[in-house]
């Protein structure tokens, strides 16, 4: 992933975090950005730079089950990661073409993601 910054005449408290989720370039950002909330999680989800940021998400979520405070519902789904996009999202596989088989990265994220999913 590269890590890209906001060009210098762009004002961040001007910067509207829920439309970023959806920009690739725009993951160190919000990896850096302080308030998760404000982050559209069901947009993020297709964000194939994301990867990273959503499992960090995922294990934060399973540490603080039962903790409505943590977690609120609402905003019509955008702070729920949405699965199906998740699944649908390239960067969750990458294909070793020479053998097939799954990289050593790729196994990390599927234990990483089945784990999480698991209740």
């Not at 829920?18 to 370039?25: A, I, Q, R, T």
């Not at 979520?61 to 609120?72: I, R, Y």
């Amino acid at each position: 992933m590269h890590f890209m910054r906001l060009k210098p005449w762009i004002d961040k408290s001007n910067v509207d975090f829920e439309w970023l989720s959806d920009n690739p370039n725009a993951v160190s950002l919000l990896e850096e950005h302080d308030n998760w909330f404000e982050i559209n999680w069901n947009m993020l989800s297709g964000n194939p730079n994301a990867i990273n940021l959503i499992i960090e998400r995922l294990k934060m979520e399973k540490q603080h089950e039962g903790h409505t405070h943590w977690h609120p519902d609402g905003l019509e789904g955008k702070r729920n990661i949405n699965w199906p996009k998740l699944l649908a999202n390239p960067s969750i596989f990458t294909v070793n073409r020479g053998s097939l088989q799954f990289t050593e990265q790729e196994k990390i994220y599927k234990r990483q993601l089945l784990s999480i999913k698991k209740e």
